[in-house]
């Protein structure tokens, strides 16, 4: 996907917030984004020059904390993964865990997702996308601002390789009928859990994080998706 559609555009992934890393954050930052982050003036990327091995690759859009991210990537040793963030105390938090638990199969870009796709992810090259608790924007006059829009998961099906999967999970009822509706109308994607049905837990997902726990505490449900591409993008 060369050239960005004016709609798309409008699209960002998340809103950066305007806070601070924590001193030991901040060093962490300074001493590990050399290695590990990932810059998209580099343009597209090439996997095997930045991982040093050819493996399936995951990208996770808005990791937060990367709590989650982390456990994925510790657990499944034989991907490659990507993560992508605009808070940037988050990459620090999550830099300061990789300080203390070393791996080399994760890269992150401090960008928006959407800038991300079109200048650094090549078409048919990823193995899973996942996309767990993005911002539900809860008020109606608010919902065009869901990073779940048909543009955007149309997007998200090109740069998927043919079987790849499409992992997303909310605990916002009306936005999970949002993306449901949106992504069972996009033709490239299958639902691996049938026709309208919600999936059981994603196993890229092996721990419970403080914002998921927080919801479970005020009775929140979580419902997920997972959608397989099916047809060449």
Not at 2 to 25: C, G, W
């Amino acid at each position: 996907m060369t050239n960005t559609s004016p709609f798309l555009r409008r699209i960002r992934s998340f809103v950066r917030r305007d806070s601070r890393m924590t001193e030991a954050q901040q060093e962490a930052f300074d001493m590990l984004w050399p290695h590990y982050g990932l810059e998209i003036a580099k343009g597209m990327i090439d996997y095997k020059n930045v991982f040093l091995r050819q493996a399936p690759c995951v990208l996770e859009i808005g990791f937060g904390s990367g709590h989650s991210l982390l456990a994925a990537a510790k657990a499944y040793p034989d991907y490659n993964f990507i993560g992508i963030e605009t808070h940037r105390p988050g990459i620090g938090a999550l830099l300061l865990n990789i300080k203390t638990q070393p791996l080399d199969n994760l890269r992150l870009y401090y960008a928006d997702a959407v800038d991300v796709l079109t200048h650094c992810i090549p078409d048919n090259s990823l193995a899973v996308i996942q996309l767990f608790f993005p911002d539900p924007w809860r008020k109606r006059r608010h919902h065009k601002r869901r990073i779940i829009q048909p543009l955007f998961v149309k997007c998200l099906a090109e740069k998927l390789e043919i079987n790849g999967e499409l992992h997303l999970a909310t605990d916002w009822n009306d936005y999970a009928k949002h993306m449901m509706t949106v992504l069972s109308n996009e033709s490239a994607f299958i639902n691996a859990a049938g026709a309208g049905n919600f999936s059981d837990r994603s196993c890229q997902r092996p721990v419970i994080t403080k914002f998921e726990q927080r919801g479970q505490d005020a009775g929140h449900q979580t419902w997920e998706l997972r959608f397989v591409k099916a047809i060449g993008g």
